[in-house]
C-alpha cells in the first residue's frame, strides 16, 4: 500500500504544498514497519533516506564508547529525521530507534526528492525551518550539556527535596527536576545515571535513593 | 499491583503514543483519552512520560534517603 497524499501533505515538509503537487510523490515514497526497540538507522549509516514518523515515536539518540545513552530527540508523527546525512552527503550521526509497537516510517531517497525540491519553493521553506528547529534544540543541548553542571544542580535538587515531610517522601517527575536545574528532560534522565554512577544514588523503580549523602552533598556544592 | 504512572485525563489529547510505547500494557485507549489499567509490573521506564506531549502522565520518583 502506498502513501496517500493526506499523509504526505502532513509531513513537516509538506505542510501547505498544493495536493496537485504531492500527488506525484505518492508513487515515490516508502514506507516500513518497526516493532518497538528495532533500529531504524544507525549511527555511521550511509543511506540517503529522509525518513518521517507516519505513526507511533522514534527517540533519535547518540551512544558513547561505553554505552551511555543520550537522548537527543523524540521524533513524533509528521516529524522528519535523518536530514543532516541527506542534506550533508555523510554519514548519519545518530541513531533512531522505534519506541512504540507499530511504528510508520515514511521514506524518500535524496535523488528522488532533490529534483521535487528545486521544483517547489515552499518544501525548501519548511526544510530549512526543520533544520532550523533541530539546529536550535541541538545548540540548547550542546549548552546544558558544555555550559551547565546539570549532575551537580540536579544532585541539589535531590537534596533540598529529601526531607521527609508529613505526606511522606517527597516526588518530583524528571520535567518536573528539568524545570528546575533549567534544562531539557533528556539531560536529567543522563544526569540521574551520572549520579547513579558516582555511588551517591540508587534509582529503583519509582524511587530515587540517596545511598551517600556526603558524596552527593558535595556534588551538589552543598560541602 | 505495582504503582503506575499519573493520568491527568483533563491534559490528555487522545494523541495514543503513550499507548504505543507502554511496554506492561498499563495504558489503554479509551473512547478518545487514555486510561490507566492495573497491572503487575510496570517497570517504571518512563517513556509514556517522555512522549507525553501535554504532560497528561507523569512518572514521579519518591526521594528517598537511606541514612548512615
Request: negative net charge.
Amino acid at each position: 500500500m502506498s502513501i496517500t497524499i493526506e499523509s504526505i501533505s502532513k509531513l513537516g515538509y509538506f505542510k501547505g504544498v498544493d495536493a496537485d503537487r504531492l500527488a506525484s510523490l505518492a508513487q515515490i515514497f516508502g514506507q516500513r514497519s518497526f516493532l518497538k526497540g528495532q533500529t531504524v538507522v544507525s549511527e555511521g549509516d550511509s543511506e540517503q533516506n529522509l525518513y518521517f514518523v507516519g505513526a507511533g515515536v522514534v527517540k533519535i539518540f547518540k551512544t558513547s564508547s561505553e554505552g551511555k545513552e543520550q537522548i537527543i530527540k523524540i521524533t513524533r508523527p509528521g516529524e522528519s529525521f535523518n536530514d543532516i546525512a541527506v542534506f550533508s552527503n555523510g554519514p548519519s550521526p545518530y541513531s533512531a530507534q522505534a519506541l512504540g509497537t507499530a511504528t510508520l516510517i515514511y521514506l524518500i531517497h535524496k535523488n528522488d526528492l532533490m529534483p521535487f525540491m528545486e521544483k517547489n519553493w515552499k518544501v525548501v521553506q519548511n526544510a530549512l525551518e526543520c533544520l532550523a528547529g533541530q539546529s536550535r534544540l541541538l545548540l540548547g543541548l550542546i549548552e546544558d550539556l558544555s555550559f551547565k553542571n546539570v549532575m551537580g544542580r540536579v544532585a541539589k535538587i535531590l537534596m533540598e527535596n529529601s526531607l521527609h515531610g508529613a505526606e511522606g517522601f517527597q516526588k518530583l517527575t524528571q520535567y518536573e527536576m528539568a524545570a528546575m536545574a533549567g534544562t531539557a528532560r533528556e539531560v536529567v534522565g543522563r544526569s540521574l545515571k551520572s549520579l547513579e554512577d558516582t555511588g551517591a544514588v540508587r534509582l529503583e523503580r519509582h524511587k530515587i535513593i540517596i545511598v551517600n549523602k556526603d558524596l552527593l552533598n558535595q556534588l551538589a556544592g552543598l560541602n | 499491583m505495582s504503582t503506575l504512572p499519573v493520568l491527568d485525563p483533563t491534559k490528555c489529547d487522545g494523541c495514543g503514543l503513550c499507548v504505543t510505547v507502554c511496554r506492561c500494557g498499563a495504558l489503554v485507549m479509551t473512547g478518545e483519552i487514555v486510561t490507566l489499567v492495573q497491572v503487575d509490573d510496570c517497570g517504571w521506564c518512563c517513556d509514556c512520560e517522555l512522549v507525553c506531549d501535554t504532560g497528561a502522565l507523569q512518572c514521579p520518583y519518591e526521594i528517598v534517603t537511606i541514612e548512615d
